[in-house]
């Protein structure tokens, strides 16, 4: 089914995207299962773990409201029931970043059905760390050294950098056999939009990793010949997402459109997905 609808979107030209293009939204998702309704309960449980793990921006939240420590309030609903899945990633509200449950590195990779995390509200993420476009994103760029001793221009923001240097020392402990995986890395922050859309990348934010491009498997680039276009694959050993994730990235070997290479730093699903873990 998904192939088949993979091939006729490629026929019709309806994807327009260059190899160089990644995170595109593709046309699995529209055969992803609509996301489950949360209940009020678990809606306010995420909500907290969201403001829990942003405590430079938000203060708190009183009701579906997000309070920022500026004073802004901010709705986590535009009040828009039982959107489609393409709708939660094209058009979220903060709410939908909790719409599917992310399968933690704990669990094996499959073929995935969902996209965890890609639901991007952005003028959340933009308050936060700035709109690329309006130069707000590079001032707080800061260099990281990578696993291979290369330096990595990542934000500061929400204390990502922090986060990316405790994952290197993990990586590098790893050991050599994993450097394939990591080495050349594959570029963090690159003020650009999803191929194929107007949504902005957490790349554009600058809160971004991509590890080595040779080793990774995406759906655009699959090959049809050897396994099917589009289907599923990941080479990537799970004891590297499984550092990822322990400081606060999601991984994009989750996603119906899948993207192996690629890491982001989503405390906020991460936290939710440790507290959920066997309840849904
Ligand atoms: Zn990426």
Redesign the pocket.
């Known amino acids: 089914m998904r192939m088949t609808a993979c091939l006729a979107a490629l026929t019709a030209g309806a994807i327009a995207t260059t190899a160089q293009s ?2 595109a939204v593709g046309t699995h998702l529209g055969h992803a299962p609509a996301p489950a309704a949360l209940s009020a309960a678990q809606r306010d449980a995420d909500l907290d773990r969201l403001v829990a793990v942003y405590p430079d921006f938000l203060a708190g939240r009183q009701g579906d409201m997000l309070i920022w420590r500026d004073g802004t309030r901010m709705s986590t609903s535009d009040g828009r029931p039982a959107k489609t899945p393409v709708e939660v990633v094209a058009s979220p509200d903060i709410q939908d970043i909790f719409a599917w449950p992310y399968p933690l590195a704990s669990q094996p990779a499959t073929s995935p059905s969902a996209d965890p995390g890609r639901a991007r509200p952005a003028a959340f993420f933009r308050k936060m760390y700035g709109d690329c476009h309006a130069g707000q994103v590079t001032a707080n760029l800061v260099s990281v050294r990578w696993v291979d001793g290369t330096s990595v221009r990542i934000t500061r923001v929400n204390g990502v950098a922090t986060a990316l240097a405790a994952v290197v020392a993990e990586l590098k402990a790893l050991g050599p056999a994993y450097t394939k995986y990591l080495s050349p890395m ?2 963090t922050y ?1 003020c650009r939009t999803i191929a194929g859309t107007s949504l902005a ?3 554009s934010y600058g809160a ?3 590890i080595n491009v040779a080793n990774s498997d995406y759906w655009l680039w699959a090959d049809a010949a050897a396994h099917g276009l589009g289907a599923f694959r990941s080479r990537i050993p799970m004891q590297i997402v499984q550092v990822f994730e322990r400081h606060g990235f999601i991984w ?1 070997g989750r996603w119906a459109d899948f ?1 192996t ?4 730093y989503r405390p906020e699903i991460i936290a939710v997905a440790k507290a959920n873990a066997g309840q849904r």
């Open positions: 990644q995170e594959g570029g690159n990348s957490m790349h971004a990793i991509d994009g993207d290479m690629h890491f982001e």
